[in-house]
């Protein structure tokens, strides 16, 4: 689909979308992050483990699960 990035290749301040999640790690990402499809995403730090607003909750997502989330620009 058009625009959509990985959480790693999403701009740091922009609000996000998540569109999908890979197959193989949406139950892990859902259990221990609480991310799930249609929820919107904010990068607000990218370090060792990268500080994302989800909703109106922050959370350190490790850089494993990164390339496994994808994400759409929304207007805000």
Known sequence: MQ?????????????G??????????????HELGIDVGMTVMVLHKAVDWLIQVGYSQIHVGKQYLPHIKVKPVAV
């Open 17 to 30: 979308e998540i569109v999908s999640l890979t197959k193989e790690h949406e139950n892990a990402i859902y």
């Open 3 to 15: 625009n959509e990035l990985t959480l790693q290749e999403f701009p740091m301040g922009e609000m």
